[in-house]
């Protein structure tokens, strides 16, 4: 199902018209295809992003996300060869235009990353400082997974510190965020670094327990790294218990994915479990040829070359931020003038939809006083007409009366004429 999702894809990609399509397309591909397709894909995300701003293709700021997002992949990527010098530059850079744009989150995922690669150097100084700038935009954004992801980086800092209380109560506090938000691919890091806690306190089950669940979280998300080096540590947890035949058998596991990977830092460290297991299996003509590997590997990401350029990019950087300073300065000003200006319209529309509401009020009422007096003007006509038909009954009643006091005679009338008949006779 989901080689069905990366063929479709790459065919939308085929297909695509707008480069503003290809990137997304890029985006998601470089974040969803196998180990060995998604350098490539995240190599023509970043060299399409470069050439849309070039021609000052708009929009510009799409374009300046798409760069950024690249920048940051191609220093993971750097990071897994062992180039260091090369991982810290497209970190710094795809840094610097998160933070113009002002996306924090993907800022504080930059700055962990920064810190990882410290970390690895063995300068936990400015590991930690790089930590906290990402625990501290995490927390004023209420990015919970931010926060785990920093709270975890900064316990393996205060693990190799040997200060083991703080790197547990971080790996805890780490740990229920996690599994709050349902966040695998943490978890999975998270009881990783807790179960090297627990060997290194000699806690053997529980050790193993954290590795081995570690490595089923790793396995649901296809993180191939991770499975690696959790089972390293499986393999030295089972060293340490004297468990030879098993130790081997996951280390070879372990072996065989690094290589499969081609990562320096994952090579070495299931070299380090072969070389142990072998030494104490007397197996000393293979120990040997792990030995080797495992220089070579170590070599390649720690040199003194590697070191100094690391700094130099660290002043180059920190540089840019003072640059900057005054810069970000204006721009706040300029939020809050334009802050204030949203305030207004605000107040404008809500005078507006009141005034609207007031219109259609009186409109209301209008229409319910015409519609009463209509009633009324009916109710009038009809008293009028029943008026007129009252004053036609009764002229009827009236002139009928008359009639009949025309026609009928008086009793004098007829009492004369009888008084005259009687005298003639």
């Known amino acids: 199902m989901f080689g069905q999702n990366i063929d479709s894809l790459k065919l939308a990609l085929k297909n695509a018209k707008h480069d503003t399509a290809r990137c997304n397309i890029l985006f998601t591909l470089a974040e969803t295809a196998s180990d060995e397709e998604w350098p490539a894909f995240n190599e023509q995300l970043k060299k399409l992003a470069e050439k849309k701003l070039a021609a000052n293709s708009l929009p510009k700021k799409f374009y300046l996300k798409h760069l950024a997002f690249a920048l940051n992949n191609v220093g993971v990527y750097c990071d897994y060869k062992g180039d260091i010098p090369a991982s810290l530059e497209n970190f710094h850079k795809g840094l610097k235009i998160l933070e113009e744009l ?8 930059t700055l962990n990353n920064i810190a990882g690669v410290y970390k690895e150097q063995g300068d936990f100084v400015n590991a930690l400082n790089y930590f906290d700038r990402s625990l501290k935009i995490s927390e004023a954004i209420n990015d919970k997974q931010g926060i785990a992801e920093a709270l975890m980086n900064s316990g393996v800092i205060y693990q190799d510190e040997k200060n083991i209380s703080k790197a547990l109560d971080n790996f805890n506090k780490s740990l229920k965020i996690q599994e709050e ?3 695998k691919e943490g978890l999975a890091m998270t009881l990783n670094n807790m179960g090297m806690v627990y060997s290194e306190q000699k806690d053997f089950n529980k050790a193993l327990d954290h590795f081995q669940n570690s490595v ?13 080096n959790s089972l390293a540590n499986i393999a030295s947890v089972l060293i340490k218990t004297k468990k030879l035949d098993e130790a081997l058998t996951v280390a070879i596991k372990g072996m065989q994915i690094s290589k499969e990977l081609g990562y320096p830092a994952a090579i070495q460290r299931s070299a380090t479990m072969l070389v142990s297991v072998y030494m104490h299996q007397k197996k000393y003509k293979e120990a040997f040829g792990m030995y080797d590997l495992e220089v070579n590997m170590k070599d390649s990401i720690n040199n003194e070359e590697t070191q100094k350029s690391a700094l130099r990019k660290q002043m180059q950087y920190d540089y840019e931020i003072k640059a900057r300073e005054l810069k970000n300065e204006q721009d706040k000003k300029d939020i809050l003038a334009k802050e204030e200006l949203k305030q207004k319209e605000k107040q404008r529309n809500y005078f507006i939809i009141g005034f609207g509401l007031v219109i259609m009020l009186a409109l209301f009422i209008f229409r319910s006083y015409r519609q009463k007096q209509g009633a009324n003007l009916i109710i009038t006509k009809q008293k009028l007409e029943v008026e007129e038909s009252r004053k036609e009954i009764i002229d009827s009643i ?4 008359r009639i009949q006091k025309a026609q009928m005679p008086s009793n004098n009338y007829i009492e004369k004429n009888l008084n005259r008949l009687q005298n003639k006779g």
């Open 398 to 401: 009236h002139y009928a009366k």
């Open 216 to 228: 089923k979280l790793q396995e649901e998300i296809g993180d191939n790294y991770g499975i690696s």
């Open 102 to 109: 002002g996306y924090k989150k993907e800022a504080a995922n």
């Open 181 to 183: 938000i349902g966040y």
